[in-house]
């Protein structure tokens, strides 16, 4: 890998990898939903679907056709840590997508039209997430397990923040942290560093403005379980989702050993998790689990949906599974197999120039270095039963448990005496 530093700041990582003739540019933004003030929650989101919208040479519309005029494609992302945007095109476009790229994301004139019209657009797509049992959840469980901290606030932002924002207010924070100085340039695809360069710094280096973020309050992560919280809505069966303590970036051998934990709870069918509560008794329809890779401290979180007489029972099962696997060291086959299914998902994630792109990114702008990604693979050959034992019983308490449910309209409410109503 390539890494060099523009003399504006602008950090540039350049992968070649020449197996078809393609190139993925891939600019990630160090602000997220956690820079957020309270008032104008939702930013950070608002102007990822704002970015493709115009710039002064390229009017609403002319940015997606200059893409697709050379059959390349362009998405984005908002996380509580990042936003990042894309173009891929065949690698001989790739000027025609450094100039595109770097236009949308310095230029952006944020026109007063569009702000109204994609406003609709994010209103919508929040309504939606309302109806989504498990996405209404990710933002229920993340505000009851942080009483204080940055992951705190939702990156899509309330109903009212994002009806009050204005364009001002998304200029403003455009203008303070869409800076090269604040980001990262991620090329990775059919391309040589040498020749690729020159054409980053006409681009990219033309642009001088400086990172001036919010004087945002201290915001100390404070848990906030155990809790429970009970939601009806008019659905067939009950979804429910268990969040534990986890670890952040700040110890990053700490994370891949949460991976390797989290596939013995709960990833796929082989799983713990779901061999007890699915296969055996059969209390779930489907169950898994995840932990989420953050720059702080962030969450470990099991999913489930089940009817809502099982809901003691679920939560009983998640807790005797965690207590099983904090009592003694995983056996040497099952965390080889775990280990393995880590590996191919590393290397399913990668075989594109998106998906490669993409964990370089994140983990260049989680970490601050390539060396996360670099010696990822290494490292997680490296995770013995030792470390799974004491990661789960350092993060996964079962005194700290929060659960967040929602069961159909009517439906007997669980009893679950050990977790206190907020």
Not at 118 to 138: A, G, T
Not at 169 to 179: F, I, P, V
Not at 249 to 272: F, K, Q
């Amino acid at each position: 890998m390539y890494i060099s530093k523009l003399n504006n700041g602008m950090t540039v990582l350049i992968q070649e990898n020449h197996a078809n003739p393609i190139v993925t540019l891939d600019v990630w933004v160090n602000t997220g939903s956690m820079n957020e003030l309270p008032e104008i929650n939702g930013v950070s989101h608002f102007l990822e679907h704002m970015m493709f919208k115009g710039t002064k040479k390229r009017p609403a519309g002319k940015v997606d056709l200059d893409i697709e005029s050379v059959g390349g494609e362009t998405n984005a992302g908002t996380s509580k840590d990042f936003t990042h945007y894309y173009v891929t095109v065949a690698s001989e476009y790739v000027t025609t997508g450094l100039d595109v790229l770097s236009d949308v994301i310095m230029n952006s004139t944020l026109e007063p039209d569009e702000v109204e019209r994609e406003r609709q657009v994010i209103l919508e797509e929040f309504k939606r997430k309302q109806d989504s049992p498990f996405n209404s959840l990710y933002d229920i469980i993340h505000d009851l397990a942080f009483q204080s901290g940055p992951y705190k606030q939702s990156v899509l932002g309330t109903q009212e923040s994002i009806s009050q924002l204005t364009r001002a207010q998304l200029m403003d924070y455009y203008r303070r942290y869409y800076t090269p100085d604040n980001m990262v340039l991620v090329v990775v695809g059919d391309v040589k560093p040498e020749t690729l360069l020159p054409e980053i710094q006409k681009y990219f280096g033309r642009y001088r403005r400086t990172a001036q973020p919010f004087d945002l309050p201290a915001k100390p992560i404070r848990w906030g379980g155990p809790v429970r919280r009970i939601i009806e809505k008019d659905k067939r069966e009950s979804y429910t989702v268990m969040a534990f303590p986890a670890p952040g970036m700040a110890t990053p051998r700490e994370t891949i050993i949460m991976d390797v934990l989290t596939g013995i709870l709960g990833n796929g069918r082989s799983s713990r998790l779901y061999q007890s509560l699915r296969e055996k008794k059969q209390i779930v329809s489907s169950i898994s689990a995840s932990y989420e890779l953050a720059k702080k401290p962030s969450l470990f979180l099991v999913f489930a949906t089940h009817e809502p007489r099982n809901f003691d029972a679920v939560c009983e099962g998640v807790l005797e599974e965690i207590r099983r696997v904090r009592a003694r060291r995983v056996g040497a086959r099952e965390l080889a197999k775990v280990k393995k299914m880590a590996l191919n998902e590393y290397y399913f994630a990668t075989e594109t120039t998106n998906g490669h792109g993409f964990m370089l990114g994140l983990s260049y702008v989680l970490s601050g270095s390539e060396k996360y990604e670099r010696t990822y693979l290494r490292e997680l050959n490296r995770v013995s039963a030792s470390d799974v034992l004491r990661a789960a019983r350092r993060y996964l308490d079962p005194e700290k448990m929060v659960v967040a449910t929602i069961q159909p309209k009517g439906a007997e409410e669980p009893t679950a005496e050990e977790f206190p109503a907020p």
